[in-house]
């Protein structure tokens, strides 16, 4: 087996088993961002063929709160497989993960194939719908301590996602208010502004991503455009609902 698709078992391992690992750059401080990409593909081809459906991207490390909070400083992106989302409204089985994290996101669907470079105004063309989400995030390395290459082999960190209702594509999220809540007081509050800016930047970067991977974005996938605030940890008997002004909300209950 050669070294990457040996990286690429032991995070599927890590992910499915919900056991921490040491970080892939201790024992091998020469991985590439490359390298690490290649994993990930890898890893993800794992989960492929035990029948989990590709759904779409994430892009993650969007925004500076959540740059500050991991200590890395460039944009990453991951998959999401329909197995990774979960209902809105219901449970999250924190001893299914290693130490979850919930982030108020921004999620578009995709209506036409989008892939390399296009401007903010062919990607929101592009756009279906757009909807309010929370992204659960489950960094497979101990302490959810990782440098870039780690956190690329290791899908961005992605373990789940929830979605609220769609709204339509010209709902404007350029600049939405955001409370994270949690048993009802704020834990975390912000905009969508928060995320490059604008979150349809986030959009043409996926695009310009996939493209690098030979991939695409095709109509029906679901791009998380990344958190807006620093992520939450989650505790068991918490009840977390993230407002979107505007849009709704999203909520869910951490149980055992
Ligand atoms: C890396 C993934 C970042 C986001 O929305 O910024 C991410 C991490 O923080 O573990 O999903
Ligand atoms: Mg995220």
Do not use: C
Not at 178 to 184: P, Y
């Amino acid at each position: 087996m050669s070294k990457l698709a040996e990286f690429a078992r032991i995070l599927d391992d890590a992910a499915r088993t919900a056991t921490a690992i040491p970080q892939l750059t201790e024992l091998h401080p020469d991985l590439t961002v490359e390298d690490a990409y290649a994993i990930q593909a890898l890893s993800m081809g794992l989960r492929y063929d035990r029948g989990e459906r590709r759904a779409g991207v994430k892009m993650g490390l969007t925004s500076r709160a959540k740059m500050q909070q991991v200590g890395v400083s460039e944009a990453v992106w991951g998959r999401l497989t329909g197995a990774m989302r979960l209902t809105e409204g219901g449970d999250l089985i924190r001893s299914r993960y290693v130490h979850p994290r919930a982030e108020p996101e921004i999620a578009y669907i995709v209506g036409k194939s989008l892939a390399g470079d296009v401007s903010p105004a062919e990607a929101l063309a592009a756009v279906e719908a757009v909807a309010p989400a929370v992204e659960i995030i489950d960094s497979r390395f101990r302490n959810f301590k990782f440098t870039l290459p780690d956190v690329v082999a290791d899908n961005a960190s992605s373990s789940g996602f929830i979605l609220g209702a769609w709204a339509k594509p010209d709902a404007d999220v350029s600049n939405t208010g955001i409370i994270l809540e949690v048993d009802g007081r704020p834990a975390q509050i912000g905009s969508s502004a928060a995320i490059l800016g604008n979150p349809i930047r986030s959009l043409v970067a996926a695009a310009r991503a996939v493209a690098q991977a030979g991939e695409r974005l095709e109509p029906g996938d679901i791009v998380l455009a990344g958190g807006a605030t620093a992520a939450h940890p989650l505790t068991p008997g918490e009840y977390v609902r993230a407002w979107f002004q505007d849009l709704g909300s999203v909520s869910f209950n951490v149980m055992p």
